[in-house]
């Protein structure tokens, strides 16, 4: 079927026979991608995309290894995207490509791209957070962690802003707006061994003898009032009123 395919295309000059038997090859054998990119290229010279996406759907049935799979999901989802204009099947093909690999940062990209096109925040939030923890990057991983954040804030999502939070601190340790906001959202939840270590943290972080010792003020009311942890709590308002 392939030479036939050749033969239709280069000497025939049939394009739309060629597609055909390129097809049926491509179904029956969907690891030759680049029988699968020669599809692409006739699709893209007849604006023929519908066709193609159905090839892909039936090569997709017949794949057995699962990072082939993923990948002509991903393709199928960015032909359904960017060529037939339909986002919701996008967004399944992208789905079912992280089902089988929940770390395939090109379906993450694509979900999170669609659901900020249709303002949808929660698959904005989900997706953001979960790039932000793959990204490689420090400088990107922070401004998406960034992002996140505004997100959650907008979403009253209080856990994403935790996460969030803790992530952008290990990134950025020194910001101390951030620090603030995730002692409010541990105090909230009542999370005092969390707060605890936090603000031990910010101890060391201090800039100042001054601000040093109003924060061992507030560890050491943390560890005498939340935790009952007297001994601790004595050693910090030594230093508080050192």
Known sequence: ????????????????????????????????????????????????????????????????????????????????????????????????????????????????????????QPGMLDTTLRLAAMEQDAKLAQRLYREALILSVQLGETEAQVSACEAILRLEPEDDAIADRLATRYEEAERYEALAELLAERVDLASDAKESGSRHQRLAEIRAEKLLDLDGALVHYAEAWD
Do not use: K
Request: charge should be negative; aromatic fraction near 8%; hydrophobic fraction near 45%.
């Open 1 to 120: 079927r392939a030479q036939l395919a050749e033969l239709y295309e280069r000497r025939l000059d049939d394009s739309t026979r060629a597609f055909s038997h390129f097809a049926e090859f491509f179904v029956s054998q969907p690891e030759r991608l680049d029988v699968g990119e020669r599809l692409a290229g006739l699709a893209r010279a007849a604006d023929s995309w519908d066709d193609y996406a159905s090839v892909l759907e039936r090569a997709i049935a017949n794949v057995t290894d699962e990072r082939l799979r993923v990948r002509h999901l991903v393709s199928l989802a960015a032909v359904l995207e960017e060529h037939l204009e339909e986002p919701q099947g996008a967004i399944e093909a992208y789905e079912r490509a992280l089902i089988i690999d929940e770390q395939e940062a090109s379906a993450l990209a694509g979900l999170r791209r669609l659901y900020e096109a249709d303002e949808h």
